[in-house]
């Protein structure tokens, strides 16, 4: 039988509903029976004790908001009577023990991916085509047109299907049955566009030239390649010494072409897609092997959250990370501005006193230039998150911030720095969801892990993308943007523990291209750089 509330945690000062609870209800939460004072929609709070105005508001232990004017026993927590407050740290004060979870079942899996020279094993065979300029988007949106139509041979969708008929003004048009035909087995081309590389501050040029170089370096990608128009300011020397940095002994194909060294655009176009053909020829040769599952670097992230997200997707998450950690393998948790608040237990877990300065600094970084614009981490959620219950930044990062678990944090890595650790590594980044997914890949991540409880879309076009509902409902009304639910848990049908094991059961059918997500499913290929800076 489902409970209809929690305590998430023993200390806290808010029980959480699990399902509708109308005014007037009784309900007994441990041993503690709570009259709901006003009604209460699933996935928010009411109070579990008599609050007083300037009262702290506690939840997953911490404090996630402070109460504006005095709240009953039983009221609803929401925007008029709670306001954002969060615990400040200023300094590492502990070292967090930590128990690792037996892996003994995990230990000898393998999944089937492509072995890079560099000792990395990708999820995907990609060959990659990117402009270094958003002038060159144009050039390769042809080139895309060009690969996809000689390589691809799909079939027509149902929505081209269904224009066709109107065109046609007949009811019903037969798909047609020849087979679905590639002309590579093994290799995937994709195409990336952008708005940057110029007009901006150099800064921002250069950290693009980093991530540009991460996706490269990612296991992902076969090889690349690279349009530039000549006078931009991202060079292409820049991009190439962002790549030597990070990959020295690089081995993967490249092909690089200069607009305003390469005459006239059909020239330019014959020589990018003839050397370019050649190469993907090659990469089409390699095929999967068998890996250890410590190869597989799992980017954490979530999007679209509710408030189940906290006590069912993120945790079975955190779960995952914990085993990855044991294995041997890396996960990297990232979205900064959805840590604020829980500083304290983050830097507690930092291997060393500089990882634990550098996450705190580059926190005070970010939030200063977030005030400086004139907002604050405090306007971080969004209006479908406060309407599903997440009505504080430090509510929402408390919950967010289950997706790292409870490991030991081996590295901190400012934005389009590269992983080199492995086990759990925090990552700097926006929360917004396509600029954090393109983050994480240009990183290092193979496969990217992705919670939700109001849906996205969001994709990336040279790694797989999964999306992880936090409910039942969410499953039933948008499936086809779901890979995974993490709702049973909710429902009392499954415990978080079981459900990371399934989980990861799934990713490794992922990983080893057993399982197309929906993302890949749906060709949903986003890629935004984070700009830090302005437009010049």
């Not at 065109?167 to 994709?190: A, C, L, M, T």
């Not at 030597?244 to 330019?268: A, C, F, L, R």
């Not at 926006?430 to 990183?443: F, K, M, R």
Request: charged share 25%; proline share 4%.
């Amino acid at each position: 039988m489902q409970k209809k509330a929690i305590k998430v945690n023993s200390t806290d000062n808010v029980v959480v509903a699990l399902v509708d609870l109308s005014a007037n209800e009784k309900i007994i939460v441990d041993d503690v029976e709570y009259l709901i004072t006003k009604n209460t929609k699933a996935k928010h709070k009411f109070a579990a004790t008599n609050l007083k105005e300037g009262d702290s508001i506690y939840m997953y232990g911490i404090i996630v908001g402070k109460a504006v004017h005095n709240i009953e026993k039983g009221e609803v927590i929401t925007t008029e009577n709670v306001k954002h407050k969060s615990a400040k740290v200023e300094k590492k004060t502990d070292t967090t023990t930590w128990t690792a979870p037996n892996v003994d079942k995990w230990k000898d899996r393998t999944f089937m991916g492509y072995h890079r020279p560099d000792g990395q094993v990708g999820t995907e065979n990609v060959w990659l085509f990117f402009p270094l300029v958003f002038c060159e988007n144009r050039n390769v949106e042809t080139l895309k047109d060009i690969f996809e139509k000689e390589l691809l041979f799909d079939k027509p969708s149902k929505h081209q299907l269904l224009l066709r008929s109107l065109i046609s003004d007949k009811e019903n048009i037969e798909e047609d049955n020849k087979e679905d035909y590639r002309v590579f087995k093994n290799i995937e081309v994709k195409f990336i566009t952008h708005q940057g590389g110029c007009g901006g501050i150099r800064q921002d040029a250069e950290a693009l030239g980093r991530l540009l170089a991460g996706y490269v370096k990612n296991p992902n990608v076969a090889g690349a390649t690279v349009l530039s128009l000549g006078c931009q300011n991202l060079q292409v020397e820049i991009f190439k010494e962002a790549l030597e940095k990070i990959s020295p002994n690089n081995k993967k194909p490249i092909v690089i072409y200069e607009q305003q060294k390469s005459g006239t655009v059909d020239e330019m176009l014959d020589g990018i897609i003839k050397d370019s053909y050649l190469e993907i020829k090659k990469a089409n040769e390699i095929e999967r092997q068998p890996a250890p599952i410590s190869k597989l670097v799992l980017g954490l992230e979530c999007g679209g959250s509710d408030g189940f997200s906290g006590i069912s997707a993120n945790p079975t998450l955190g779960r995952l990370s914990d085993l990855m950690a044991a294995i041997g393998g890396s996960t990297i948790l990232s979205e900064f501005p959805e840590l604020c608040g829980v500083e304290q237990e983050l830097v507690n877990r930092c291997v060393n006193e500089k990882d634990a300065e550098r996450f705190l600094q580059l926190m005070k970084d970010f939030e200063n230039s977030v005030i400086a614009a004139g907002s604050g981490f405090d306007m971080n959620p969004s209006p479908g998150n406060i309407k599903d219950g997440l009505i504080t930044d430090a509510m929402k990062s408390a919950g967010a911030a289950k997706k790292g678990g409870s490991s030991p944090i081996q590295d901190v890595l400012d934005f389009t720095e590269y992983i080199t650790k492995p086990g759990l590594n925090l990552l700097c980044t926006p929360g917004n969801d396509v600029e954090c997914t393109t983050a994480l890949v240009g990183s290092g991540s193979n496969v990217v892990l992705f919670t939700t409880g109001l849906g996205t879309p969001t994709g990336n076009p040279i790694v797989p993308v999964v999306k992880i509902s936090s409910n039942n409902t969410l499953v039933k009304n948008m499936p086809d943007i779901i890979d995974f639910n993490t709702g049973e848990i909710i429902t009392g049908e499954k415990t978080i523990d079981e459900t990371a094991d399934d989980l990861l059961e799934f990713i490794i059918k992922v990983a080893s291209g057993e399982i197309k997500t929906k993302t890949q499913i749906l060709n949903q290929n986003d890629f935004i750089p984070w700009r830090r800076g302005v437009s010049l």
